[in-house]
């Protein structure tokens, strides 16, 4: 026997062990045990600053959610991106710890207990990365949705004693308006209502030590400056942030989903307060931010959210992000 066929010999006797060993492994295994994940946060250094991404938790949202578009190309795209529909389009709530070096800005908050059990790991999360909340000086809000808001306080008291939040103040006038549920149709009155009540939850600590404000568009506050990206709700704001030569935009609620609204940038969602709008803000944001290049946080994007818009015929987009570096 040559060596060429002692080593045929060799890999039928390898291959047919394996054979074996698949067959007498057809069983599926009854439990393996499911390990905790790593901690939720992730840091990006911009410039001379660091970016710390915070997972809030992750959820299963209803693929009926998505407006101005056919249920079926929903279905073609999710199918595409591998998203199990049998469960939903996951989606996973994000905010962002900034040390600028001279503070500690957070922008957005998550949702606390709002939302579900799934949520509410941003604090858990931040001192893993190495902070306390009472070092937060800072809380810029894109708006007040409660995955946003709820986040600061627990139970009436500030999850942040040291922080001032600050939200525009257009958002500020729809939502703590207390004239707004009367203007609004019946049949929005009682989600306004049970919204409204969780946002005045969540501000009452920071309202009762004046420790609540409100910007309005194209200030600049600590150095992030605030820009009009209203839509999604009336106040809605994203903020755009440098140091060094590099930049970044924490775009807030401009977009859901990094597979259907990149696909298809014109679809709309249910939580939008004006669709119409939402998509003018998403088409004009997104083409900008991928003509510019700047890099892009965003709550609800895959975590740690952090990556670049990228477009080949500016009509479709492709979420770009970050790879993952220790
Ligand atoms: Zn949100």
């Avoid at 410039?47 to 938790?57: E, K, R, S």
């Avoid at 958002?171 to 004239?179: G, S």
């Amino acid at each position: 026997m040559n060596i060429f066929n002692k080593k045929l010999v060799a890999i039928l006797l390898s291959s047919s062990t394996l054979l074996m060993n698949m067959n007498s492994d057809a069983a599926e295994p009854t439990s393996i045990a499911q390990h905790k994940q790593v901690a939720g946060f992730y840091q990006y250094p911009l410039g001379h600053t660091q970016i710390t991404a915070l997972l809030d938790g992750t959820n299963y949202l209803s693929p009926a959610i998505f407006k101005g578009i056919p249920a079926a190309e929903v279905t073609r795209i999710l199918k595409k991106y591998y998203a199990d529909q049998a469960k939903g389009v996951q989606t996973s709530v994000n905010a962002f710890l900034v040390n600028t070096g001279s503070g500690l800005v957070l922008v957005d908050s998550g949702s606390s207990s709002c939302n579900g059990p799934n949520f509410g790991s941003v604090i858990k999360n931040m001192k893993t990365a190495g902070y306390q909340p009472e070092q937060v000086d800072t809380i810029l809000l894109t708006h007040l949705h409660p995955d946003h808001v709820c986040g600061i306080s627990t139970k009436g008291t500030a999850n942040f004693p040291n922080a001032t939040v600050y939200t525009s103040e257009a958002e500020a006038n729809y939502w703590l308006n207390p004239q707004q549920l009367s203007k609004l149709p019946k049949d929005q009155q009682p989600r306004f209502k049970q919204i409204a009540e969780k946002i005045q939850q969540a501000l009452q600590p920071y309202q009762s030590h004046k420790r609540f404000k409100t910007f309005k568009y194209g200030d600049t506050l600590k150095g992030f400056e605030v820009m009009n990206t209203s839509g999604h709700t009336p106040g809605h704001a994203s903020f755009a942030f440098s140091s060094g030569h590099e930049k970044i935009v924490f775009i807030g609620d401009i977009v859901h989903s990094h597979s259907i609204q990149f696909d298809q940038p014109q679809t709309a969602i249910d939580f939008d307060t004006d669709a119409k709008k939402a998509v003018q803000t998403r088409l004009a944001q997104f083409a900008r931010l991928a003509k510019n290049g700047q890099a892009v946080a965003a709550p609800h994007l895959p975590f740690p959210g952090i990556g670049h818009i990228y477009s080949a015929d500016g009509k479709h987009y492709q979420w770009i992000p970050v790879h993952f570096k220790d």
